[in-house]
């Protein structure tokens, strides 16, 4: 480039078409003595070499936060097979290769290369291990790889600073400074994501409304209530979102849970004494009223004589019963009677059911 030929562009020119990233990525990308020609071809390569560490970064934090989510009890196996150690062996041999192209006359391309390689290689590991249960050989990879990126001033924001960072981070906002995004966003979108799994099955399954509505229920009272997110239903039909901390939200929802069951508790002992109080109106109706005055439901001698209903007409000394009495006794053969007929109606409806 010559100034005098007008074939040269200052930094601020080539930031106006190359983020800072992509820029150092350009220079990185071939020896620090050669020349420097931005042409379509050079960004071409550096969309390609940023676009392969963006997907590497994100699926890598992926799989690691899935696998950190899930909380699944260990059955005691480590997990650390021929895939693990193969991604190990690769990481060592990219480790000595990375300081030998470093030391050969500071060669950045062969470097830079060096790492795109490992990537290759952790992607297959990736593929063997669509869910690795043992993500430790991932992890310091991807460690490793963000530190030699950050190395070359290719780390943005405060989060890829951290001591265990993956990925080379994003530049801060004014509206984000000193916010991890990916730490404040993912317990959300990993609560959304279960969701939407659980949703796929039940209507795959052909599942009905009771069991999706199931399912939104313990979205709402379980899960975002952990997150400090109350949704408060509406005669509209849409939810009411509401921030609060989480432990008020848990205190009342338990509280409302507790309420409900003393609720159900109460209808349960209520049903459970009606039916006790049924069951025993069925079992004093076993008597026809035809025998309800004669023993031994009664004392034996004392009455002499029935009419044809049943009813005493005399006691034991042959005494006409009176009028009253008499009445009262008709009275009480008549209730029997309705009685009597429920308890026959309950044993024909048992009878027909077996």
Known sequence: MSKSLKNFITVEQALETYTPRQLRLAF?????????????????????????????????KAKISDFESRNAPSDGAHYYEQPEKQLITDLQKAQAAFRAALCDSFNTPEALDVLLTLVSQTNVYL???????????????AEWI???????????????????????????TSTDAGVDREAVLMP???????????????????ANSREILELCDRLRDNELVDLGVALDDQEDGNALVKLAPAEELRRARDEKKAA???????????????????????????????????????????????DAEGIPTKDAQGVEISKAKGKKMKKDRDIQAKLHQEWLNEVNKNNASV
Do not use: C
């Open 28 to 60: 990185m990308n071939q020896l620090w003595s050669n020349k420097m020609d931005l042409t379509d071809g050079v960004r071409a390569g550096v969309d390609n070499i940023e676009e392969t560490f963006n997907n590497f970064f994100r699926n890598v």
């Open 127 to 141: 593929q063997a291990r669509p869910r690795p249960l043992n993500v430790s050989a991932l992890r310091t990879t």
């Open 146 to 172: 963000t530190r030699m990126l950050r190395m070359f001033g290719l780390g943005e924001g405060q989060a890829v600073l951290q001591e265990h960072a993956i990925g080379w981070g994003e530049a801060s």
């Open 188 to 206: 959300y979108l990993r609560a959304l994501s279960s969701f939407r799994d659980e949703v796929r099955k039940l209507a795959l399954n052909g």
């Open 260 to 306: 409900a069951e003393a609720k159900l508790a109460r209808k349960a002992a209520a049903a459970k004494e009606a039916e006790a109080k049924r069951l025993a109106k069925l079992e004093k109706g076993k008597v026809a009223p035809a025998e309800m005055f004669k023993p031994p439901h009664v004392e034996e001698n004392l009455y002499s004589e029935w």
